[in-house]
């Protein structure tokens, strides 16, 4: 006897899992293909993918980032528990276990510091399945303001200093601009502004910043 078999079931089944792999492969290459590091985690905070750029920028930093966590390997991320990236992990699960919209923070890392925007990732149907993280490293920036930061107090301290004192100063930088006059000066070039437009007809105090020393 011919037994005949129904394949329509079978073949909607194969048919829908080629579908969900190749969405999968073009979710990850699209991923792959971003500048900007990014991890994947489940609602229970398990990594469970790191675009090549996270893996890259562990890869590079790995020995560092060993320095605050000895056991941290670039290779074996995937698994690992979000929790030992922060040391308040207790904290960290309640933020995220009440996260409904992107949560911007920052980390320090082996002597780096990154800025991170943790989301929560759900379904079309709002179903809530885990988080994403994107992670930037700004400490080249901030090493850059906290310099301009302390150049600017130097410089506050410095002209707190020549504003106190009877002789004239003026500043200029490289290119010959007046870039600072002590209250002496200011109060000086006051007093002989109406003489000095004789010989500078454009001549005022209040433009002397920026102006090439040169021209007097």
Do not use: C
């Not at 490293?137 to 301290?157: G, H, M, Y």
């Not at 290119?175 to 005022?204: C, G, H, M, W």
Request: aromatic share 8%; hydrophobic share 45%; proline share 3%.
């Amino acid at each position: 006897a011919v037994q005949w078999e129904d394949l329509t079931m079978k073949l909607r089944l194969e048919r829908a899992r080629k579908q969900i792999f190749e969405e999968n492969d073009r979710i990850r290459a699209s991923m792959d293909s971003l500048a900007a590091p990014v991890m994947l985690a489940d609602s229970e905070f398990n990594l469970l993918y790191l675009n090549d750029s996270m893996q890259e920028l562990f890869r590079t930093l790995e020995a560092d980032i060993r320095t605050d966590l000895p056991n941290f390997r670039a290779d074996s991320l995937v698994g690992l528990n979000i929790d030992a990236f922060h040391q308040d992990s207790g904290h960290l699960r309640g933020l995220l276990r009440r996260l409904q919209a992107p949560h911007y923070g920052q980390i320090e890392l082996g002597g780096h510091v990154f800025d991170i925007i943790i989301s929560p990732i759900k379904k079309l149907d709002g179903t809530f399945v885990g988080y994403s993280v994107v992670w930037h490293e700004v400490t080249d920036e901030l090493q850059l303001a906290n310099d301009k930061a302390q150049i600017a107090s130097e410089n506050a301290r410095l002209a707190l200093v020549l504003d106190n004192i009877t002789t004239t100063v003026i500043l200029a930088n490289t290119n010959y601009k007046i870039v600072y006059l002590n209250k002496a000066a200011k109060q000086i070039f006051t007093r002989l502004e109406p003489e000095i437009k004789k010989q500078l007809p454009d001549f005022s105090v209040g433009t002397l910043i920026g102006r090439p020393i040169v021209d007097f």
